[in-house]
């Protein structure tokens, strides 16, 4: 973000003090006859859809968040689930991906061309500032107009996702959307899915405004309402199928060379409480000898998150067989990689019931949502037994911290959504079950025993970079002194207050 702007101004400034020609001048001398000098929006929309699925798998949001949420664990090279200083840099994403999907915006192609790139980085923004808290939003991407673009407050950037959604959900129209690799340009999935997205979205302000007369709530509303429908079924699902070769699962090329992560034995705990067959597919064993190939040996054994490196490589070296994160038939280089899918939708209706939001069944959106998730994974549908002890059944109505717990499940493996879960139904960051009102820490997770912060609580935020008080100070330091606390890690962004 902040050094496009500088290289752009940079560029101008050389010309004018030089007192030369525009480079036009120069005739064809430097000029490439084979190279185009005007983006193409379908390349730029296929690009962008090729590296979304780094936000549900290995971008810094969803890496992170996998081992605050406890869906991960590190292994031989413990540093972020220790809870080491969260001080990463998002300009990159401002100056790569969501720079391309504001071409496309600028170019106007195509009414779709305009509204799936506009989804596409609320997306993105949702991202961006549920890991940082407040960043630039509204004078973001606009070039030479704003040099230092102000941070925006988490709320109002909340309030614009929404609005921007909203309105794109109504632009989808019988136009072009090419290059389209994820939906194959079917307008109909992207209404439900940006439907299911704005229910996301307005659910994760709950904590801050819980009534069903808040704006979060009438926004969900709105939203679950929508003639464009919403995810329900996995043929729906945001996800993309990679085709190999230069593009490969993220999940895939985790473990290419490298084997820092396995699954966390909070979530093979939780899995094997219940009893439920996700386990399979959750967590595949290092042991397997066809790990790289595809393997299906399963595993359970989840490696104690947070724990230092002594510690974790005596485990690791004691369970050879500990759980990497997924079967190996599930991160394949051609493997899908979903980033919403028909049972978050499902299973975040199912939160918006037990918040007194709708008046929705369980039959139809808790019961559904597990099945779901059940059926994404190639699973056969959960038994009577399971339904039963989950309260999916029909014949009682599932507690809170089941709905979580369920929500949760069916995250797995997307970091983002897991860290965004945990901080929304959990007040404390210690391991504490007290208080009232979303105090009781539904997920059980606790801080690791090797945690070298003080004092020692899980991540709530990830902190801005010196770089950014260098080269935008002035609003950089403007948004810290709205935290409570200041740019610390320990602060908390707006909805988690």
Known sequence: ?????????????????????????????????????????????????????????????????????????????????????????????????????????????????????????????????????????????????????????????????????????????????????????????????????????????????????????????????????????????????????????????????????????????????????????????FNDPNNVSGGTVSSNVGIPPGGDRTSTVIFTTANPNWAMVLRADKRTPTSTLTMISASESLLARAHAVALGWTTETYATTYQAGIVQSFEQWGLADPSVTYMTNVNASGAAVPTFQQIIQQRYLASYPDGFMGWDIYRLTTTTRDGGTTGTAFANNPLGIKPGTGATNNPKLIVSRFTYTAAEYSTNGVNASAAAARYTGGDKQDSRVWWDQ
């Open 1 to 285: 973000m902040k050094k496009i702007f500088l290289y752009t101004l940079s560029t101008v400034l050389i010309w004018g003090v030089a007192g030369c020609k525009k480079p036009s001048d120069f005739g064809n001398t430097n000029v490439d006859p084979s190279a185009t000098t005007v983006p193409i929006p379908s390349a730029l929309l296929t690009n962008v859809e090729l590296t979304l699925p780094l936000y549900a798998s290995t971008q810094l949001e969803a890496i992170n968040g996998a081992q605050y949420s406890q869906y991960f664990a590190e292994t031989q090279y413990p540093a972020v689930s220790l809870y080491s200083l969260p001080q990463y840099a998002f300009i990159g994403e401002y100056s790569g991906i969501l720079y391309d999907l504001q071409n496309i915006i600028n170019l106007n192609p195509s009414n779709n061309m305009v509204a799936a790139a506009t989804v596409l980085q609320q997306y993105i923004f949702w991202h961006i500032t549920d890991a940082w808290g407040d960043v630039p939003y509204s004078q973001a991407l606009k070039g030479l107009a704003y040099t230092n673009p102000a941070y925006d407050t988490q709320q109002s950037i909340y309030t614009s996702m929404l609005a921007s959604l909203t309105a794109a959900e109504a632009k989808f129209d019988g136009s072009a959307l090419s290059g389209d690799v994820i939906y194959g340009g079917d307008v109909s999935k992207w209404k439900k899915f940006t439907n299911s997205l704005r229910m996301l979205i307005s659910l994760q302000m709950s904590k801050k405004m819980p009534t069903s007369s808040d704006f979060a709530a009438t926004q969900f509303k709105a939203a679950l309402a929508d003639a464009g429908g919403s995810i329900t079924t996995n043929t729906d699902n945001f996800a993309l199928t990679y085709p190999s070769g230069t593009y490969k699962d993220p999940l895939f090329n985790l473990y290419d060379g490298r084997t820092d992560y396995a699954e966390s034995k909070t979530m093979t705990d939780l899995l094997g409480s219940l009893s439920d067959a996700r386990a399979t597919v959750y967590g595949g064993a």
